[in-house]
Nanobody, 113 residues
Framework: QVQLVESGGGLVQAGGSLRLSCQASGRFGVTPKNMGWYRQAPGEQRELVALVNTSDHTKYADFAKGRFTISRDNAKNTVSLQMTNLKPDDTAVYYC??????WGQGTQVTVSS
């Protein structure tokens, strides 16, 4: 069983930056192709933020392009999300995604105007 623990969220003013990290722990099998981040704002559905595969090929939601950067370290079983120029609309709980693994608790990101 693999667990995901997210960290790095917090309260930041618009235009600020945050770096989210996700540590996977437990009994690992095959390294999953995709890892990434999703987010869920109050009253909204969970949506994709960014994905990165084992070849470091990335995919971003339109709102994340140019502002967010995803990276992964397969040896450390981590995936990170550097977020810059944050906007109030980025306020949400951010969840780490690892193919074949249950969601973690998420980390709250709140951006004030």
């Amino acid at each position: 069983q693999v667990q995901l623990v997210e960290s790095g969220g917090g309260l930041v003013q618009a235009g600020g930056s945050l770096r989210l990290s996700c540590q996977a722990s437990g009994r690992f099998g095959v390294t999953p192709k995709n890892m990434g981040w999703y987010r869920q704002a109050p009253g909204e559905q969970r949506e994709l933020v960014a994905l990165v595969n084992t070849s470091d090929h990335t995919k971003y939601a339109d709102f994340a392009k140019g502002r967010f950067t995803i990276s992964r370290d397969n040896a450390k079983n981590t995936v990170s999300l550097q977020m810059t120029n944050l906007k109030p609309d980025d306020t949400a709980v951010y969840y780490c995604y690892r193919a074949g693994t249950s969601w973690g608790q998420g980390t709250q990101v709140t951006v004030s105007s």
